[in-house]
Each structure stands twice: as C-alpha cells, then as structure tokens.
C-alpha cells in the first residue's frame, strides 16, 4: 500500500441498471488498474455470452470467483490509485442482497459514488432513493453523481440538467447540501468523461469522473476514540490459522495489542492478543481508522466469534446493550410502526432482530422539535425517539460517544424500513 496516499474506502451506489458495474469497470480499466489482456478476455467471454457491452461490468463480477477463491482481505474490495489517493472499491453491485450488502459497504465507506442514468424514463428511481438515505445514515459524507448513460440521452445538456435538478432534490430532502456535490456527466460504456476528458459534451466544463475523485476531501481519521473493529468475516487460512477479516472504525489496533471480541461466546467475550494484521496481501505493524485487514489472534478460535461482534482493547471494550434509545426515521414501512414491532436491524456488521418497546416522541425530521409525546405509532416520513431492546446481545454505541457504531438501518422482508443513530443506552449487566 502506497505509504505516502491517504487511503479512501469508495462505494458506488444507484438504481439497478443505472451502469455502476460497468462505471467501476471503466475506472480500473481506463486508469490502468486492469490490464489490456484481461479486458480481451472478459470481452469475449461478454459476447459468447450474448452479452456484448458488459465486459466492464464483468471486471467487477470476477471479484465474486476472487472471492470464492478466498483472499484473505481482498473479499469485495478492489483498489487504485489516483494521482492524489488510494482508494478502495467497496462491493460488486447487483447482488439480489445488495441492499443487505449496501448497508454494511456504506457502514465502511468513506465517500461515494452514485450513478443515475440520463436515459429517457430513467433518472432518479426506487433504488436511487433507498441508496442515497442509506448513505445518508449511515455516515456518507460526500457523494459525487455521475449522471450516466449521456450517450443514451443525445449529450443532451438540457437532459443532464434535468435529472441533475431530480437529484438535487432528492440530496436535499435526506438533508445533503447539492452546493457541495460534484455532478458529472458520464457515458460509462464509451469511457466519456470517465477517466478521459469527453469530446462529444463540449457544454459540460466540469471534472472528469476521477478528477471528482481526487477533489474528495480527506477523511478525518478518529484515532483517538476507543478502538471499535466490527467484525465482517472469519476465516480458517492454512498455515495461519484463525483469520477475522473487518475495517477498522476508530482507533488503532498494533501487533501485540492485549484485545477483547465481543458479545462472542454467550455474550461473555474472548480475549487475546493481535499476533499479525494484514491488508492487501501486506503486513502491517498497526491498523488505522478505514483500513480493512485480515488478522490473526493468539487465543481466538474460529468458533469463538462471528461477524456482527466487535473488537476493541481489553482496557476500554465495546459496549454490549441490553437496550437502547434510538432517534430513527421511517422511510418506507407498508403500513404504520407500533410498540412490538420486531424487524431486522443492521448494527455496523451485526444483523439482529430487535423490538420497538416504547414510541417516545413525534419530531419534525428537518427541525428535530417535538411534534407529538408517545404517539400511538409512526410512519413514513416521520422522525421518531423510540427504546428498543434487542433480542440477543449486540455491540452499539451511543452516537456521542462513538457516532461509527451508533447507526444502523432496520429492514423487513427485502426492504429498507427505517434507519437511525443510538442516542443512549443500557449496558448489558
């Protein structure tokens, strides 16, 4: 890893079919990223079959046999380099979870990218709305938009403006500020604006999609928090042993850190020590905030611990809830929210069932005033202070504490609810 780059976890977001895959595709391939030879050969393995013009996309898709093949720590994760950073991609889009997926890639991810298509009848869509609130929540600070697909819409100024105005709206109403976001008009498939500077919009005078990228301010690294690594993935590597694969958070993990995962094991947690971490096929003496790495630990088996706990320094370990307070706002409930209400909530990498004990409070979403005390239940649009008490334990933190730990999204049968922050909680006994 480039010792003197800031690095940056990237993830690009956006309706199905709005060409994500493929923008991905072209970024790797058009900084260099991914070789000639291996374009040749996902171009032809695209049109055997049938499916000409997916070649980039199926750069992104490779990374699932990557994965089966198991990498250590390359699981979904491509990376490149601008002129300026080191970046991550983070996760193949189109998985049919890939709202599930989404969640925990945005949990991670620095900035990013969303792409909407220009092509008459698409602009902002379902997807588009889902991903841009999720990023929203969950802690994305800066987007780019590729408005997309311009080769569809004639280089049309007046279409890019258009869907450029759709988007503002949307950025505005889950409360991002379209003064501070860069749109740039793309035809993906064709490299226009991508990486080369097009010649076919000569009314478009902005940045190129990676010239955007190197305009992403640089992340704050909160290494003076408690450290918090959620873990993603445990692996069994031979000659290693046991492998957990996660991102660190806040803080910093160093090779021989005295360190504690936690509720592991009936919520009593296990303790050891940090023997090597790894990232990108390197080792390394510590671990910062962003960094996603594989490591080994003396005393952790693999039965020990799954993805959803979390690892933090035995003197300061992460906080496991009995029950929290929440502020959530309801995005897209089919009916109404009340007292007992049991969906999925997604906690950094954790998935557990939780239910709504109590509605406190109605707040106007844009304001945060009290509309309305114990109101009988809550809906779409509604922003809301409401207990929750999980059904088995799970690491949150209270959002002034460590606000990276304090997010989550709710889900229900294949779609996005809710999402919300952790204002204060109580710790399990």
Known sequence: ??????????????????????TVGRVLYDSG?????????????????????FEFAFVMDQLKEE?????????????????KYYFTIIDAPGHRDFVKNMITGASQADA????????????????????VFLARTLGVNQLIVGINKMDMAKYDEKRFNQVKAEVENLLKMVGYNPAEIQFVA??????EN?????????????????????????????????????????????????VPVGRVETGVMKVGDKVIVVPAR????????????????????QAEPGDNVGFNVRGIEKKDIARGDVLGHTNHPPTVASEFTAQIVVLNHPTVVTVGYTPVFHIHTAQVACTVTEIQKKLNPATGEVLQEKPDFIKNGDAAVVKIKPLQPVVIEKYKEIPQLARFAVRDSGATVAAGMCIDLVKKA
């Open 194 to 242: 991508i990486v080369k500077k097009s010649d076919k919009m000569a009314w478009y005078k902005g940045p190129t999609l990676l010239e955007a990228m190197d305009k992403i301010k640089t992340p704050d690294k909160p290494t003076q928090l408690p450290l918090r690594l959620p873990i993603q993935d445990v692996y069994n590597i031979t000659g290693i042993g046991v």
């Open 33 to 53: 990223a991914v070789d000639e030879q291996t374009m040749r050969k996902l171009k032809e393995t695209a049109e055997a079959l049938g499916k000409g013009g």
């Open 112 to 131: 990013g990218v969303l792409i909407v298509s220009a092509n008459p009848g698409d602009g902002v869509q379902a997807q588009t709305k889902e991903h």
């Open 1 to 22: 890893m480039p010792k003197d780059k800031v690095h940056i976890n990237l993830i690009f977001i956006g309706h199905v079919d709005h060409g994500k895959s493929t």
């Open 67 to 83: 994965r089966e093949r198991g990498l250590t720590i390359d699981l979904s994760h491509k990376k490149f380099e601008t002129p």
């Open 186 to 191: 793309t035809a993906s498939l064709l490299g």
């Open 266 to 285: 009936e919520g009593k947690g296990v303790v050891g020590e940090v023997k090597t971490i790894e990232m990108h096929h390197e080792q390394l003496q």
